[in-house]
């Protein structure tokens, strides 16, 4: 299955409306990602990523730099939390559509 970069910002509300926000396929560089999130990256930990999540990053120093909540990005997560400013994500691409949200795990 193919993936995707996204970038999600504190203001995004629903993750399969993120057209404006996807980045492709080809992994973003160090200076883009820091750029993106504003700062010097930090990785969330895999483990607390839900099933689909492959790489997650945020600013390393968005809670002392007191960025705003991002709530669509918390969501993403199994545990930890909560996430603020934008967050770049790598999912399987089938997550940039509706579908790929609402579909059983049968299907």
Request: proline share 5%; net charge negative.
């Amino acid at each position: 299955m193919s993936k995707s970069w996204v970038l999600i910002t504190p203001e995004d509300t629903c993750a399969w409306k993120l057209k404006e926000a996807h980045l492709g396929e080809e992994e973003p560089t160090l200076e883009q990602l820091q750029m993106y999130v504003g700062g010097r990256i930090e990785a969330v930990p895999s483990s607390w990523l839900m099933d689909g999540l492959h790489i997650m990053y945020v600013n390393e120093e968005g809670v002392w730099d007191k960025l705003p909540h991002n709530q669509l990005a918390t969501q993403l997560l199994d545990m930890g939390g909560p996430l603020v400013g934008t967050v770049v994500v790598q999912w399987d691409s089938k997550y940039n559509t509706i579908k790929g949200w609402t579909m059983n795990e049968e299907e």
